[in-house]
């Protein structure tokens, strides 16, 4: 048992005692009850009332976890949090959550809902089993088939789909031209289509002008992806819009000058564009004044900013991200043949990437992530998204990796879970009934298997090892004797159950249906090539 749940059981005993209630707790912090003999949910079956009992609770909003408490779901919302009245009437199915805890469910603010890969399909499903896996209970999608997507978005939303909730932010509005007659009639156009916003690509300042002007004038939110253009963070602030995706503008706008292009740079060539991104934030004419003050501007302006750190880096380290332990199962043939370095495949651009280039990036990402902690400290609002599919990023897997590197920017792993939660609600407009645990909000909520304040890795869909002492997990610092028989590596971790609008799914369910499914497409492949 990890420390501090051991602290919050002594002191529960302690409150208990003073509060001279007759419940008995025992060593373990369970309180004997009705509730006991109740079966577990079924996966993916709604439940009237369904108990979470014995859990430690992260709530979101980056205050420090509480428990161990009971919560109760009731018609998809939060009905309860604390402890269960002895009268209480028998819940549905219980979850036991002694040892784990409980979080929201996460709010993924970039993703695209995929089927295909370079044209192969790829089934839909495993995308979304794998990102309810890493507990993402929403999605913002920025860029898929629209008329897909509106269709999986009623899917899910009526829960027919196995998926997150989803938000689709099209581009669909620009499909007529720049001119401002063409732009704004799309906005409205998209709008009474029903996109819940707008993805901007980087754009000339007039066409910006009228795209936001307008997506006001409708009450949409905006996302951008500035790349190098004429516009940057800068007037993408200035002209009101929602939220910067990845890095582009944001140094763009701080640099005296230009970049540094060297003649031969094109920018339709991968192998180009994706080397040069990674030295933006190191150019020599970086004014670092400057910076602070565009993300001033920011701030000011309320404008977000979803970084997307995990999709950039295999730039850094590319024959890590080429050899993760969980493609062995997970990896659908699709993606693996995508990701195989191509110049006309979007992010496919490792064809003889050099140890220059990484460390380059390597050292672009520092400048970059003290560029996020000072946004975060002057009142930013930061969000998770991981823009997965591309460039060695898996769906989940990239969201978790998302907050690992979060972790390295210098963010508390409380504020780190607040980005993934409460900041992604914001950003969405939906804080009033996502991201956190309280009552009266929507059922998002996460059951782990550890601690993801110990250690991010608890929520990867892959598990991760940990340290056991006589087959109990241990906090790996605890000092044992180099020879101690009893200490074992074990692998533990996961989230347990992804429970979206009350709903609980159960997350090796998930991933044993993502398995099958690879195994099927990799039987079929093999069939083909033995043809
Ligand atoms: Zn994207």
């Not at 002895?86 to 695209?112: E, F, L, Q, R, S």
């Not at 990036?361 to 930061?382: C, H, P, S, T």
């Amino acid at each position: 048992m990890h420390r501090a749940m051991m602290a919050s059981f002594k002191w529960l005993i302690v409150l208990v005692g003073a509060l001279a209630v007759a419940a008995s707790v025992t060593a373990s912090g369970q309180r004997p009850s009705a509730s006991a003999q109740v079966a577990a949910p079924a996966h993916a079956k709604a439940v009237k009332r369904l108990l979470i009992r014995n859990a430690m609770v992260i709530y979101g909003n980056a205050k420090p976890a509480f428990g161990p408490v009971d919560i109760l779901v009731q018609d998809g919302l939060i009905a309860r949090v604390g402890r269960t009245p002895a009268n209480d009437p028998p819940p549905d199915a219980v979850i036991d959550a002694t040892g784990k805890y409980v979080m929201p469910g996460i709010v993924n603010t970039h993703i695209h809902l995929q089927d295909e890969r370079g044209g192969v399909p790829q089934p839909f499903q495993y995308e979304m089993n794998l990102y309810l896996a890493a507990g993402a209970t929403t999605v913002r999608d920025v860029g898929s088939d629209f008329a897909k997507a509106t269709t999986r978005r009623a899917a899910s939303a009526a829960h027919e789909l196995v998926a997150p909730r989803i938000l689709i932010y099209t581009s669909g509005w620009r499909s007529k031209g720049d001119s401002p007659q063409a732009v704004r009639e799309g906005v409205r156009r998209v709008k009474a289509d029903g996109a819940d916003g707008l993805k901007l690509f980087g754009m000339d300042r007039d066409v910006l002008e009228n795209v936001l002007d307008e997506a006001h004038k409708q009450g949409m939110r905006t996302a951008i992806h500035m790349a190098v253009e004429e516009t940057t963070a800068k007037d993408f602030a200035e002209l009101g819009g929602t939220s910067i995706e990845h890095f582009y503008g944001v140094a763009d706008a701080a640099l005296d000058g230009i970049q540094n292009f060297p003649p031969a740079h094109n920018a339709n060539n991968e192998v180009h564009r994706f080397g040069r991104a990674g030295e933006l934030y190191i150019q020599g004419n970086l004014n670092r004044q400057k910076l602070s003050a565009v993300l001033d501007l920011m701030v000011q302006k309320s404008v977000s900013w979803c970084p997307t750190l995990s999709i950039y880096v295999a730039g850094r380290d590319v024959i890590r991200e080429q050899n993760l332990p969980w493609y062995k199962d997970y990896l659908h043939p699709t993606m693996e043949e995508y990701w195989k370095p191509d110049l006309q495949r979007h992010g496919s651009f490792f064809l003889g990437w050099t140890s220059t280039q990484e460390v380059r990036w390597k050292k672009d990402y520092q400048v970059w992530m003290d560029a996020l902690r000072e946004f975060a400290l002057k009142g930013g609002n930061i969000t998770v998204g991981d823009d997965a599919g591309f460039i060695y990023s898996l769906y989940g897997f990239g969201q978790i990796h998302e907050l690992e590197l979060m972790e390295e920017a210098g963010f508390h792993l409380l504020e780190v879970i607040k980005h993934a939660t409460v900041n992604g609600a914001k950003l969405i407009g939906m804080e009033d009934r996502l991201g956190r645990v309280r009552v009266g909000y929507t059922a998002d909520l996460l059951v782990v298997n550890g601690n993801p304040l110990e250690n991010l890795r608890v929520l990867n869909p892959y598990g991760t090892d940990i340290l056991t002492y006589s087959g109990k997990p241990i906090d790996n610092y605890t000092n044992i004797a180099p020879n101690d028989p009893n200490t074992k590596v074990a692998h533990g971790g996961g989230i347990e159950w992804t429970i979206k609008d009350g709903i609980p799914y159960h997350v090796p369910a998930l991933m044993k249906e993502v398995k099958d499914m690879v195994a099927k497409a990799r039987a079929e492949r093999a069939k083909k090539g033995a043809n």
